[in-house]
C-alpha cells in the first residue's frame, strides 16, 4: 500500500513538471527571450556593426538563409528570421520539424537589447525524391502545451529551443564585446642621401 502512495505521488509530481515549460513567457503568454546587456565605453554605432556583423555571419553560415539582415530607417535594430531543425530519434534519428523565430537587436549608446519572439513549429516531411520539406500550411506556435502523438518529443523541442537560444546569445554577447582597432600609423623611415 505504501508503494503505491509513493508510486501514484511521484507520477502527479512527474505529470505536474511536464506542463511547465523551460522556455520564458512575456505578460502576452508568448515565448520571449530578452535581455538588456550594458557594455561599457561602445557607442551607438560600434554596437549597431557588431550586431550587424554577427547576425549577417548567421546568414553566411546558414545555407537556407538568402536574405537579411534587415535594419530599420534610424540604424538603431538589426533583425532577422532564423530557423533550426529539430529531431526525433524513434524508430530513426531523422528530422522532425523546423522552428522558426525572429532575433532583433536594438542598439543604445553604452547597451544593447536582443528580443527573440515569435516561435513557430513547422512540420517537415519527405517529398516524391526523399528530401524532407516544409509542409505548407502545418504549424504550431511552440507556446502550446500539448502535442498529439508524443508530449515528451514535443517537451524535447522546447528543450532544444532553450539550448539553441543560450548559444545565439552567448555568441552575440561575445561579438558585442568586440572594439574595433583604430588604425595605427606606420611610421616610415627614410635614409637620407646625400648622393642624389
Do not use: C
Amino acid at each position: 500500500m505504501k508503494n503505491l502512495t509513493l508510486s501514484l505521488i511521484l507520477l502527479t509530481i512527474n505529470l505536474a513538471m511536464m506542463g511547465q515549460s523551460v522556455l520564458p513567457v512575456d505578460e502576452t503568454g508568448f515565448i520571449t527571450f530578452t535581455e538588456v546587456v550594458p557594455v561599457k565605453g561602445a557607442s551607438e554605432e560600434v554596437l549597431f556593426n557588431n550586431a550587424l556583423s554577427y547576425l549577417q555571419s548567421l546568414v553566411d553560415d546558414h545555407k537556407k538563409l538568402k536574405k537579411g539582415p534587415y535594419v530599420n530607417e534610424d540604424s538603431t535594430e538589426v533583425y532577422l528570421p532564423l530557423a533550426f531543425t529539430v529531431y526525433h530519434d524513434f524508430p530513426v534519428h531523422s528530422p522532425h520539424g523546423l522552428i522558426k523565430y525572429q532575433l532583433t537587436v536594438s542598439v543604445k549608446d553604452g547597451r544593447y537589447r536582443y528580443l527573440a519572439t515569435g516561435f513557430t513549429f513547422h512540420y517537415l516531411e519527405r517529398n516524391r525524391y526523399g528530401r524532407f520539406v516544409e509542409v505548407k500550411g502545418k504549424s504550431k506556435p511552440l507556446e502550446n502545451p500539448v502535442f498529439k502523438g508524443n508530449q515528451k518529443l514535443w517537451e524535447q523541442h522546447k528543450q532544444q529551443t532553450a539550448d539553441k537560444l543560450a548559444q545565439v546569445t552567448e555568441m552575440l554577447k561575445a561579438n558585442m564585446l568586440m572594439v574595433p582597432e583604430e588604425p595605427k600609423e606606420e611610421i616610415v623611415k627614410v635614409k637620407v642621401n646625400d648622393d642624389w
